[in-house]
């Protein structure tokens, strides 16, 4: 997993919880490394430790600090790469060009970045809907980051999750539906 995940998922622990807590879940989540880099590459092992040291530091449940992080990222990215965002209107235009574009511009910027796969297709109530498959159990990271994009659009949409096969995080179904 690429560094940029976790030096955002640092910064937004600094952020919301401050520094000490950010440096005691550094320290406790990966105590044998003094820092990660945006550049670089990590076990997506790693950031679960992180999570869970942050879980247990604040209380905050794990669900929760992944979802909050998934919108982190997504304001991260929108900020850091606002071409992405170029004639998109709407949540739904958006999340169909992850696959195709904005997993190519990660890859052109870290080719060895390992992506999740995205796949649309209407459900049979006629809303959008796109499976997640991911060998990495990050669903909840993806609902975040679809939750900030219909946020981010002022969509009326909501955003109903059905796991599916697999190990628990790794294959979800989202169907964004009419609030």
């Known amino acids: 997993m690429k560094g940029v995940v976790f030096t955002e998922f ?20 990966f105590p044998e490394d ?16 992180l999570v869970v040291e942050l879980s247990q530091e604040t209380g905050v449940p794990v669900r929760d600090l992944v979802l909050a992080f998934g919108k982190h990222l997504f304001h991260s990215f929108s900020r850091n790469f606002p071409h ?21 511009e990660v890859q052109k910027l870290y080719p060895d970045a390992e992506l999740p796969n ?7 109530e006629g809303h959008f809907q796109m499976e997640y498959i991911s060998a990495r159990p990050f669903a909840d990271l993806a609902e975040g980051l679809i939750g900030a994009t219909i946020e981010h659009f002022g969509d009326d949409l909501r955003c109903v999750r059905t796991d599916l096969d697999g190990p628990p995080g790794t294959h979800a179904l989202f169907k964004l539906c009419p609030k």
């Open 10 to 29: 640092l910064e937004l622990v600094e952020s919301n919880f401050g520094m000490e807590v950010a440096d005691r879940v550094q320290t406790k989540g």
């Open 84 to 104: 992405t965002l170029d004639g998109v209107n709407n949540s739904i235009d958006f999340l169909q060009k992850v696959e195709g574009v904005i997993h190519g």
């Open 118 to 124: 995205f796949s649309f297709s209407p459900s049979p």
């Open 34 to 49: 003094t820092g990660f880099t945006s550049v670089g590459t990590y076990d997506h092992q790693i950031l679960i430790s």
